[in-house]
């Protein structure tokens, strides 16, 4: 095992793999890092204000363990954008959370699985931030994808960023 900046491990395979990427800067996969997630905001967004993003099924699984570690960290948050029930992946979801990151400032922190991410994803790309992800799935290839699959129209797209 390799030990990152944060004092995290990695897995060497982990190492190589961000060694290559051109946009994941960080990974960090284990129990019990919810918690730490505020660490790796900080060093990622220094002096940046936070915007998680959930639906119920996130905010309970993991979502307000990570509110209450940025706040225990002193990290500023926007109030969460929270949809109401798992949100489907399409470009009106997308549209609503842009038009939120733009209002507040904030860098998104996407809290759940393959939609959630995506939609975070582009939003945050079409304001021109970066964001993270407190990944809910492990089966969910997308976290790491250069593309957000987006319903438009009645068709599935996917969207580059």
């Not at 470009?91 to 959370?97: A, G, L, M, Q, T």
Request: charged share 20%.
């Amino acid at each position: 095992m390799l030990e990152n900046a944060a004092g995290n491990y990695m897995t060497p395979v982990i190492a190589d793999a961000l060694s290559h990427a051109t946009d994941t800067l960080m990974f960090w996969i284990g129990d019990n890092l919810l918690g730490e997630s505020a660490k790796m905001f900080k060093q990622l967004f220094p002096d940046r204000k936070a915007c998680i993003v959930a639906d119920r099924n996130t905010l309970a699984a993991a979502g307000r363990e990570v509110y209450s570690a940025f706040n225990a960290d002193g990290i500023e948050q926007v109030q969460p954008y929270i949809f109401e029930s798992p949100p489907y992946a399409g470009i009106e979801s997308k549209d609503v959370i842009e038009d939120y990151l733009k209002s507040s400032g904030a860098v998104a922190v996407a809290v759940g699985a393959g939609s959630i991410n995506d939609i975070c994803k582009l939003a945050s790309h079409n304001t021109g931030r970066q964001y993270m992800c407190v990944a809910t799935a492990a089966s969910v290839d997308g976290y790491a994808s250069s593309g957000a699959p987006m319903t438009i129209e009645g068709f599935k797209i996917t969207v580059p960023c």
